[in-house]
């Protein structure tokens, strides 16, 4: 039996993440404290741009921002 998975808040959460990388890439002078936070940031989308039913609740500017950054693990 299989669930109906709701990816609204996957995709809210995720675009939080979106605003952490593209705000802490930019940084000058990244903290300690704010280079994990990216790599943690990073690894989130990542891993969510792996799920087939994620990437569908995406629009298509989600979608296009999110690949743009380009992250590989």
């Known amino acids: ?9 996957h995709v809210i959460a995720a675009m939080d993440s979106y605003n952490i990388v593209v705000s802490h890439r930019t940084e000058a002078n990244p903290t300690d ?9 990073e690894r989130h989308l990542w891993l ?5 039913g994620f990437v569908a ?3 298509t500017k ?4 999110i690949e743009a950054l380009k992250i590989s693990l």
């Open 33 to 41: 404290d704010q280079k994990d936070e990216l790599a943690r940031n």
């Open 1 to 9: 039996m299989s669930e109906e998975i709701d990816y609204t808040q």
């Open 57 to 59: 609740a995406l629009s």
């Open 48 to 52: 969510k741009m792996k799920e087939e």
């Open 62 to 65: 989600q979608k296009a921002d």
